[in-house]
């Protein structure tokens, strides 16, 4: 099993950056698929970035690739989520999520473990 929690939301201007962590437990962490997903209001959850178990792959939600990086540490049990050029169709809460399948082409459906969000506003 693994739980993980999110942190680093915070209030930002566009065109800012800022960095979310997602500190997971569990000793299986390095075997799953770790992502990001984000929903803002009235809207569905939506992939943002995910990335294999080793950290050698990662695959980006067009929205965001060039302006969002998805890195992990086995070592710490943590993945991060670098986000850069912030604009403010970005504003919405963002879930760590931990997956066990096969492909980075991950699913709300995939999901295994989900964090309980942390709120990122960017402000015009």
């Known amino acids: 099993q693994v739980h993980v929690v999110e942190s680093g939301g915070g209030l930002v201007q566009a065109g800012g950056s800022l960095r979310l962590s997602c500190a997971a437990s569990?000793?299986?962490?390095?075997?799953?698929?770790m992502g990001w997903f984000r929903q803002a209001p009235g809207k569905e959850r939506e992939f943002v970035a995910a990335?294999?178990?080793?950290?050698?792959?990662?695959h980006y939600a067009d929205s965001v690739k060039g302006r969002f990086t998805i890195s992990r540490d086995n070592a710490k049990n943590t993945v991060y989520l670098q986000m850069n050029s912030l604009k403010p169709e970005d504003t919405a809460v963002y879930y760590c999520?931990?997956?066990?399948?096969?492909?980075?082409?991950?699913?709300?459906?995939?999901?295994?473990?989900w964090g309980k969000g942390t709120l990122v506003t960017v402000s015009s």
């Open positions: 999520a931990a997956a066990s399948a096969i492909g980075l082409e991950i699913t709300v459906y995939d999901i295994d473990y």
């Open positions: 569990g000793r299986t962490f390095s075997s799953y698929i």
């Open positions: 990335i294999s178990w080793n950290g050698g792959r990662t």
